[in-house]
């Protein structure tokens, strides 16, 4: 007999008692399978003519549209948006299909999965930011098509892997531009299939993979960093002045902002997280948000401007300073919004910071001290140095495994920034000025993603060895 | 290409055969339905079928889609509410157990909120590792692992027995 005070082992354990098929079942599952996958290819069938009427009734603007969704009538176009996103964003729609057709288009939507969506990457796709949820899937943002002729008046797309990069397939974006001022997203995360956040500068949300975006109230305020772990997202809230892609420059404020995973609206972080400065009070400033998830509930780090390190709990509860002077403030943003000179990450047992000092007179070298905590940033002691050649952009740490994002390629330190060596020089192909990598993440200790700061080459890099080597991946469809 | 297509044929009943009795009766377990259980595990194995030459983990992704199934199922049964009502009822439990407490617990596993209930299904239930239950989830194995826990304790709590 099962012990009386445990039956939800005992019926965890009771054997599964198997269930025979009635005769037949095969035969009317194999043809009912044969009739799905003859309405997918009737839908996307009918998706191409949906199109192709509008190309008629407004020639000037679907003629390049067709151009730049290519031939094979891919359900998710460069600038495609989910249905109920539109409203928001067609009010200002000059040159958007809807308005000047005044025909109503709604893209379908596609959704990350574990199964894919089945739809193709828009053509031309430039990614901007990329995150990973787990050993497979991820997902990257970016422009795509050709500016001006996409599906909508936005070309901002999305693409989804389930295999950690090696095939793509095209997901639903929030109907919006590229950074400029105030307006529009460039960086993504997703906490898992269903919950996924677009943010720099605007923040728009989804909650069932990328097929519905929605845009959030941020109350004025620029959307600067943005992590999520366990149940809830963070993001760094600042007031800034900057125009055009640069969203982040001229930021003179920041506040930690929170919100439940799952829904809900925006709420301050309790605790000394709100109007963080420099010191001078002066502008030209970023902050770096860190979260250290994990079984227990997590931890979560925020170097603020003034390079003050506060720390605090994932569940929405108040955050504390731990320490009123890291070994270096952020300074002044670089691409993405994140800090140039003082670079955090970490893992739940130990924080890597890496100060950065100014650039050389040829602009090409920098030094760059390592330095970490194994208190939660109470203290910190000495790690090493990374060799002087490139200017840091972002950095990863697992363990002793710490790696560098340069703009002349990509760094590695096994034994936590003692000593380096440079495994992934810049990708050959990279326009003049944008050279290198602008993002680094390891997923865990053997596998991790980077990101040329060349969005023109179509390509996130992927190790599965530590960051020991890296191979280029095109997001794009095969 | 014919010969593609009756290999893939062959592979697809071998899986039919050797899994749909099994996930038949692992969804028969938490719907307590022959009828369902059987029109479940069949459009689980026709969405299989459907994408079948796109996948990489048939197995997995036929647990994923059965427990979308039962829970829309449930979802429109409205157990769910009936499961929140027997939480709160506070009904003295049978100190023993014997095959009718299936549905409390099952009760109880369908008030989890969503994010535990799946992942306590698949990896309690249905056997597979968290790592894969992470993979199928697309959520962290330390996220997977907390899930588990928590659903656990919630539920132990329900039934009002000490926690692990």
């Given at each position: 007999m099962s012990d009386p005070r445990n039956s939800i082992d005992a019926w965890l354990n009771a054997e599964v008692e198997p269930l025979a098929p009635p005769p037949g079942t095969f035969e009317r599952v194999r043809r009912r399978a044969r009739r799905h996958k003859a309405n997918r290819a009737l839908m996307s069938a009918a998706g191409v003519v949906i199109v192709?009427?509008?190309?008629?009734?407004?020639?000037?603007?679907?003629?390049?549209?067709?151009?730049?969704?290519?031939?094979?009538?891919?359900?998710?176009?460069?600038?495609?948006?989910?249905?109920?996103?539109?409203?928001?964003?067609?009010?200002?729609?000059?040159g958007s299909l809807n308005a000047n057709s005044g025909t109503k288009v709604t893209p379908p939507t596609s959704s990350l999965s574990p199964g894919g969506s089945g739809n193709p990457v828009p053509a031309n796709f430039q990614p901007t930011s990329v995150t990973f949820i787990g050993p497979h899937i991820g997902a990257v943002i970016g422009q795509a098509g050709t500016p001006g002729h996409c599906a909508t008046a936005y070309c901002t797309s999305l693409a989804g892997t389930s295999d950690y990069g090696t095939s793509w397939y095209g997901v639903s974006a929030p109907l919006t531009?590229?950074?400029?001022?105030?307006?529009?997203?460039?960086?993504?995360?997703?906490?898992?299939?269903?919950?996924?956040?677009?943010?720099?500068?605007?923040?728009?949300?989804?909650?069932?993979?990328?097929?519905h975006w929605t845009q959030e109230q941020t109350y004025g305020l620029r959307v600067t960093d943005l992590e999520t772990a366990g149940d809830r997202a963070f993001a760094v809230f600042a007031t800034c002045t900057g125009d055009g892609p640069g969203y982040a420059a001229d930021c003179t404020s920041f506040s930690l902002y929170t919100s439940p995973a799952s829904g809900g609206q925006w709420q301050p972080v309790p605790g000394p997280v709100a109007n963080l400065q420099t010191a001078s009070g002066g502008a030209a400033a970023s902050a770096s948000l860190v979260l250290t998830g994990d079984p227990s509930g997590g931890t979560g780090y925020l170097l603020s401007p003034s390079g003050a390190l506060l720390r605090g709990p994932l569940n929405g509860t108040a955050w504390t300073a731990v320490n009123q002077a890291a070994p270096c403030a952020p300074g002044a943003p670089g691409a993405g919004g994140q800090p140039a000179t003082a670079l955090l990450?970490?893992?739940?047992?130990?924080?890597?910071?890496?100060?950065?000092?100014?650039?050389?007179?040829?602009?090409?070298?920098?030094?760059?001290?390592?330095?970490?905590?194994?208190?939660?940033?109470?203290?910190?002691?000495?790690?090493?140095?990374?060799?002087?050649?490139?200017?840091?952009?972002?950095?990863?740490?697992?363990?002793?495994?710490?790696?560098?994002?340069?703009?002349?390629?990509?760094?590695l330190s096994g034994n936590g920034g003692g000593s380096w060596r440079l495994t992934q020089p810049s990708p050959a192909g990279a326009v003049a000025g944008v050279p290198g990598f602008s993002y680094v993440g390891m997923t865990s200790p053997a596998d991790g993603v980077a990101l040329p700061a060349d969005p023109g080459l179509h390509e996130v890099f992927i190790t599965t060895d530590g960051g020991s080597t890296w191979r280029p991946h095109l997001v794009s469809s095969p | 290409m014919a010969r593609l297509r009756t290999v893939d044929r062959n592979a697809a009943e071998e899986l039919f055969n050797a899994s749909y009795p099994r996930l038949a009766g692992w969804v028969r377990r938490l719907v307590d339905d022959d009828d369902t259980a059987h029109e479940i595990a069949s459009e689980a194995f026709t969405r299989l079928l459907a994408r079948w030459?796109?996948?990489?983990?048939?197995?997995?992704?036929?647990?994923?889609?059965?427990?979308?199934?039962v829970r829309d199922h449930w979802r429109k049964s409205g157990r769910e509410r009936r499961a929140i009502r027997s939480l709160t009822a506070a009904a003295p439990l049978d100190p023993t157990y014997h095959p009718v407490q299936d549905v409390d617990v099952r009760a109880l596993i369908e008030a989890l909120p969503a994010r535990l209930r799946s992942a306590f299904l698949l990896h309690y239930y249905a056997g597979f590792g968290v790592r894969e239950v992470a993979a199928m989830l697309g959520r962290p194995e330390g996220t997977v692992k907390a899930d588990l826990h928590h659903a656990r304790a919630r539920l132990k709590a329900a039934l009002g027995e000490p926690d692990e």
């Open positions: 192709i009427a509008a190309a008629v009734a407004v020639p000037r603007v679907a003629g390049p549209l067709l151009q730049g969704r290519g031939q094979a009538g891919p359900s998710v176009a460069a600038g495609a948006a989910s249905p109920s996103a539109q409203p928001q964003a067609t009010g200002q729609g000059n531009g590229p950074p400029s001022g105030a307006l529009g997203v460039s960086q993504i995360r997703f906490l898992d299939v269903h919950d996924g956040w677009a943010f720099g500068p605007q923040l728009w949300v989804t909650h069932d993979g990328g097929g990450a970490g893992d739940p047992a130990r924080l890597v910071l890496v100060c950065t000092s100014a650039t050389s007179a040829a602009g090409d070298t920098q030094n760059k001290t390592v330095t970490e905590s194994t208190n939660g940033g109470v203290s910190w002691s000495g790690g090493g140095t990374a060799p002087p050649a490139g200017l840091a952009t972002s950095v990863s740490a697992q363990g002793q495994v710490v790696v560098l994002a340069t703009d002349a390629g990509i760094y | 030459s796109s996948l990489d983990s048939p197995q997995s992704y036929l647990y994923m889609i059965a427990t979308n199934l």
